[in-house]
């Protein structure tokens, strides 16, 4: 965020608490029927997942009869969402899905990314030419112009790594993103030597699980877990064949982190999965 500016999901989040806040013990569904909104509608505005418009915030702060000063300081929070600035990708629009753009969203405002994936490196430590191998693999409908996109997104996603303010990496993956021929020799091997550089970086860690890791180091969907400053709660992704899944239920990021724990034990440490990668590499040579 350039010139220390609120992002728009940040805003929207502030609003949010400051709205349940004023709800206390009235049920979602109660305050939404009195203000002609669903439950799901007054919940996803308050977790900030819902922009609240003008006409909607006039209702609530009616029926919650707050005073001149509660109005003027939740106007104020109102006027930080619909002023910001609209989000980089909304400039890929025809790409980026609902379900994708709120990852976006989330990771925009992270300080950590968890990553674990089975059998291919994750996004923010691809280079583009492994990207666009793995880019839409499956779904015929992706034209060239389309990929090309998305293979942007991805690359802007990526800045975060480099630019502040910066995002802290923990990818763990398997052997098996290392081992499978995804590209030619040369890609390959570029894919390889920038797991390296990468592993460099101060806010960067990297754990491959080695085949002899066994059962308790492969699962079956790859996922991230989205980290920020206190008291924010963590954000999870899993990711499967048929799209990403949001959990950011409690019990839900609790059981991914401890898993994402437990993978790591079983993988190699950060130098032995650096020496790994080397003599891959080497055998490319």
């Known amino acids: 965020m350039a010139g220390g500016s609120v992002s728009n999901f940040k805003a929207k989040r502030n609003l949010g608490t400051r709205l349940r806040e004023l709800r206390g013990k009235e049920f979602a569904q109660d305050v939404g029927r009195r203000i002609n909104l669903s439950a799901s509608q007054v919940t996803r505005i308050e977790k900030g997942e819902r922009n609240c418009t003008r006409e909607v915030l006039d209702r609530l702060l009616e029926y919650y009869k707050v005073t001149a000063q509660e109005a003027a300081e939740l106007s104020a929070l109102a006027q930080q969402v619909w002023d910001a600035e609209p989000p980089w990708w909304r400039e890929y629009k025809d790409v980026v899905s609902p379900g994708y753009a709120e990852l976006l969203e989330r990771e925009s405002d992270a300080i950590e990314r968890l990553d674990y994936h089975p059998v291919m490196v994750p996004a923010l430590l691809q280079t583009e030419s492994y990207s666009r191998a793995v880019t ?148 490319l040579d």
Do not use: W
């Open 136 to 283: 839409g693999v499956g779904f015929a409908s992706l034209g060239p112009d389309q990929v090309d996109d998305l293979v942007v997104v991805r690359a802007m996603r990526q800045r975060r790594i480099h630019e502040p303010p910066l995002l802290s990496n923990h990818s763990v993956f398997t052997e098996a993103a290392l081992r499978f021929e995804i590209g030619d020799p040369t890609a390959r091997h570029a894919q390889l030597d920038h797991l390296l550089d990468m592993a460099k970086l101060p806010n960067v860690r990297i754990n491959v699980v080695p085949y002899r890791g066994g059962p308790e180091g492969i699962h079956v969907s790859s996922f991230g877990i989205l980290r920020y400053e206190e008291p924010e709660p963590d954000v999870a992704f899993v990711h499967s064949v048929l799209g990403t899944e949001m959990k950011t239920a409690p019990r839900d990021t609790k059981k991914l982190n401890r898993l994402f724990r437990d993978l790591t034990r079983v993988a190699l440490n950060a130098d032995d999965s650096c020496e790994l990668i080397s003599e891959i590499k080497r055998k």
